[in-house]
Every structure is written in C-alpha cells, then in structure tokens.
C-alpha cells in the first residue's frame, strides 16, 4: 500500500506527520518553496518528509505532462491532497486505484473554494469544520468521505478556529485510514443546493466600511486576527489610516444616530465608533495603531 501526498501548511505538515506514524509508505510528497514575501509561520512540510528519507518534489506547476508521468510511474494506490494550494488535474486524480482525497477547511458543501475560515467567520457562522472528499475536476465538489465539526466560539479569532480544524483534520485521518487503505472508504453524495462557493481575499477585502453593522465589522476583524496568511483589517479614523486587531461591541443598547466612522467616544476601554445604518450603532476598536 503506497500513498502519495499533495500537502503544505500546518495542516498538512501534521496530517503527513500521522500518515507516516500509521506505517503509510509514502512514496512522494509534492509541496511549494517558502515564498519570500510570505511570513512562514507553519512547520516544513519538505522538512519533515526529508527527515523520514521521502523523495519532495516543489513543482511550480504539478499538471505537466513530465509531472504526470513521475507520478503514473510511482503507482500510488492513494493520493492525499492537505491544504496544498494548487488545483490537481484529471490526469492526477484518476491515477490511485483507490482514489484521490483532499481535506478541506468547512463542512461541505458550505464555504467551497478559498478561504474557507476567514469566510465562515466574516458571515458569523457558529460551526464549521473539515471534510474529507473524493477528488473531482470541480473544486471541493466531490463525495463526503468523513467530516468533523467545530465551533466557532463568539471570542475567536482565525488562529483559534485554524487550529480546531487542524485538529479535526487529524481525528478524520485517523479514524479513516484504515477504510481508505481497503478501498471501503464511505461515499457521501454532496447536496449541491447547500453548496455555497467563496474566492479568495486580497488585502483592499480587509477594509472595515463603517455603515456596516457592528457584528458584521466585529466578525470581519476577528476573521482576520491572527491569520497569518492576510492582513489584518483596517480603517480611517479622524483622516488616519489604522490597523484594527481586537474589537468589541458595547452592551449599552440604543444609540443616537451619528455619521459613520465618527469617533463617539474614547476611553481606556478603546475607541468607540458610530457604524452601521444612519450610525445608529456602536463597535469599540480595542486594539489598534496607525497603518505602516
């Protein structure tokens, strides 16, 4: 039994990790160079591979013909695919006779695509989790093989929540190796009239529009904090352009209407701000410092 693993990230870093304490010989693993203007804050998918003596290969593309072939002539029997960040042809997908599967960051069919976490905070989702599914040529549309749920507590921040899928990740791996070794592995149909699709962010998706409502600007900025893949959100204040990495909203109910982005009022509890519709409400910027 071989398997040949697509992975990068913390996430991939540590299901790899249990492949290779389960006994799975991994005949490759394909991964991406560190970028330079990227903070690397997860520990080395290639790293790790090297340190137990498996072939890494970084293909700036891994669907050439050549790529292929290496691949066809491995003859992985699985091919796993966590966290890496390129699509993966029909011509991959269809080489292990027992199948192709890629962990994803939400409860499928909700939140397919980019940025799964980041998405699921900014729209207030209570839960979300990981999923694992058959590869097919769309994108995180394939059978369910396993899914595990966590939630999204009112205080965290997308490092939290990252850290909870990652480990639900790990407790799917765990619990379906051994049908995924038989070729038993359960097949889910996704629901296609649940399934919702989001893109990836840019750093101009971070910025805080005022006349949203607090709790859509409070889930903005803690989706966002830490998240070390994106920028932090951020706003203008009296004409200065600021970071904002901790927020709350106050509990004093009613408020006068008052225009939008005014600071209302500062104390040593933050600055509070006039926001949403006719700035009838309130958000207080705990943690902020001018943009550099």
């Not at 330079?36 to 080395?44: L, P, R, V």
């Not at 729209?123 to 999923?131: F, L, S």
């Not at 407790?171 to 995924?180: A, D, E, H, S, W």
């Not at 352009?241 to 939008?260: C, D, H, M, W």
């Amino acid at each position: 039994m071989t398997s040949l693993v697509f992975a990068y990230s913390q996430l991939g870093h540590d299901c790899l990790k249990i492949l290779i304490d389960q006994g799975e010989k991994i005949v490759g693993v394909i991964t991406h160079e560190n970028s330079a203007t990227e903070s690397i804050w997860f520990d080395s998918v290639a790293d790790l591979a090297r340190q137990r003596s498996i072939p890494v290969f970084t293909p700036a593309n891994p669907n050439t013909p050549e790529m292929i072939q290496l691949i066809r002539q491995m003859q992985p029997d699985l091919i796993f695919s966590f966290y890496y960040r390129q699509m993966i042809s029909d011509g991959i997908i269809g080489i292990p006779r027992l199948g192709a599967f890629n962990m994803h960051g939400s409860l499928l069919p909700k939140y397919r695509g980019r940025c799964p976490v980041n998405w699921a905070m900014i729209h207030g989702e209570a839960r979300t989790g990981a999923t694992l599914h058959y590869m097919v040529k769309k994108a995180d549309a394939g059978d369910i093989v396993d899914q595990e749920s966590v939630p999204i507590d009112i205080t965290d921040t997308a490092g939290i929540v990252m850290e909870k899928i990652n480990q639900a990740a790990q407790k799917i791996v765990m619990r379906q190796l051994p049908q995924l070794r038989a070729g038993t592995a359960p097949r889910v149909v996704q629901d296609e009239k649940d399934a919702t699709y989001f893109g990836g962010r840019c750093a101009e998706d971070g910025k805080i529009d005022w006349t949203m409502g607090a709790w859509q600007i409070y889930n903005l900025i803690r989706a966002l904090q830490p998240s070390p893949q994106y920028p932090p959100a951020f706003a203008e204040i009296e004409g200065e352009a600021v970071t904002v990495l901790k927020s709350q909203i106050p509990t004093n109910g009613i408020f006068e209407p008052r225009p939008v982005g005014e600071v209302t009022h500062r104390s040593g509890a933050g600055t509070e701000i006039a926001c949403g519709p006719r700035g009838m409400e309130r958000i207080v910027l705990v943690d902020y410092k001018l943009f550099s």
